[in-house]
């Protein structure tokens, strides 16, 4: 049962332009979503987080939005840099109970010079 | 510099051959856990540590050992390996709920059993 979902496996967007990637959750009990974004050969690294009591968390050029009611959140990237290439897993826990990080299953973004 | 380190990083073994993935931390962080990476499978945990003495199991944890005697230590163990534990694992730490709960990864291993 995958409580985090990543529908689309890979994104390519413009140099410049918006890049929107969106995670779907099952599970209302969680208490955080956070992003990571991964390159080749490195470990995930946090990009952005946001609490459940909360619909919109801004951080320079990336927002994350959350609609709790359709269970689902989106990272946006304004604008895309070729930088931003990599793959971005969507991650949700709660603080509460068993204490699991759920991961997504990942999308690939690359942004086209 | 606060970091998680894992070692190996590469590893090619053979079936039946017991190995350990150390991997340590160094920012007082109880939150510890194993995942590992597979294609068009994403993150999967293995094993997480709540605390020390304390670990669970994730959602692949057969053929996978752990154990947490100190906090800054996190040992991924693989008693008999067998050639579908081929992949990437990462090891990652973390603070406990509140504000500061972003999860700190190793760089990587990755072990092929032959």
């Known amino acids: 049962d995958q409580q985090v979902k990543q529908n689309s496996p890979s994104l390519s967007v413009q140099e410049g332009r918006i890049s929107i990637l969106n995670c779907d959750y099952t599970?209302?009990?969680?208490?955080?979503f956070l992003w990571y974004k991964k390159y080749p050969a490195e470990g995930p690294t946090f990009l952005i987080s946001i609490s459940s009591i909360k619909d919109k968390n801004e951080d320079g050029r990336f927002t994350v939005f959350l609609n709790k009611s359709a269970k689902h959140l989106s990272l946006h990237i304004v604008p895309s840099q070729p930088g931003d290439s990599a793959v971005y897993f969507c991650?949700?826990?709660?603080?509460?109970?068993?204490?699991?990080?759920?991961f997504g299953t990942g999308t690939r973004l690359k942004v086209l010079a | 510099e606060a970091q998680v380190t894992q070692n190996p990083r590469y590893l090619i073994t053979v079936t039946g051959k017991k190995l350990t993935v150390t991997c340590s931390q160094n920012m007082n962080h109880e939150y510890m856990s194993w995942y590992r990476q597979d294609p068009g499978l994403g993150l999967r945990q293995i094993y997480y540590?709540?605390?020390?003495?304390?670990?669970d199991k994730g959602d692949v944890p057969e053929g996978y050992k752990v154990s947490r005697k100190e906090k800054r230590n996190f040992p991924l163990i693989l008693e008999s390996p067998s050639p579908n534990q081929t992949s990437l694992y990462f090891c990652?730490?973390?603070?406990?709920?509140?504000?500061?709960?972003?999860?700190?990864f190793g760089q990587g291993t990755r072990l092929t059993v032959v």
């Open positions: 990652a730490s973390s603070n406990r709920g509140g504000k500061n709960t972003e999860a700190f």
């Open positions: 540590s709540m605390n020390v003495e304390v670990t």
């Open positions: 599970n209302s009990m969680f208490d955080y």
């Open positions: 991650a949700a826990f709660r603080t509460s109970g068993t204490y699991k990080y759920i």
